[in-house]
């Protein structure tokens, strides 16, 4: 079981959506982080609403062929302190075969098992999605990023302890003790 740490952080905000990082689980090969995207209706129409709250879905978005990231892409990346990057663009979601050999890492994958949506007013949304991120952050300040044109979010960046994640990872606990790595 992941060790639980409770970040608080506010990844973007605009008057329409909010992006909030409320808490991250610290594994020992790895992160989930638990993001918030909460969306108001405010001036938009209901069917650009529904519209705008489909599209945190990735696989629900098209129109990348042409090169160019379309605008309803929601986007999240992160940076070490070394320049090496990771981000959720491009992923594939038809997974038919399951890796026989961990992929060159740092990787940065929406887990869609987390995902659920919130309701009880209709001029609000909320969607939960869990992002994780292989192999475990180095022991230094890291960055995450997002960006959604379609939700009016610029490119916004906020830093990660990565050295207080890791100190939460020997807090885990492997869910088969008694076999190796805790498989």
Known sequence: M?????????????PNVAITLPTIQAFSNGCLM??????KRRTLSPDDFQ?????????MV???????????LLRFGVRFADGTKATTIGQRFDRTEIPQDPPPGPRLSWLFGGMSMRSGDEDAGVVSVDLWLWPSPPRET?????????????????????????SAAQRSVPYWPDSPQGE
Do not use: C, K
């Open 2 to 14: 992941g060790a639980v740490m409770v970040s608080g952080l506010v990844v973007a905000r605009n």
């Open 51 to 59: 519209a705008l709250q489909l599209s945190v879905y990735p696989h």
């Open 34 to 39: 638990n993001v918030d995207i909460v969306m």
């Open 142 to 166: 890291f960055e995450l990023g997002v960006e959604w044109p379609a939700g009016g979010i610029e490119l916004s960046i906020v830093e990660l302890d990565g050295a207080a994640i890791a």
């Open 62 to 72: 098209t129109g990348a062929s042409s090169g160019r990231l379309p605008d309803n």
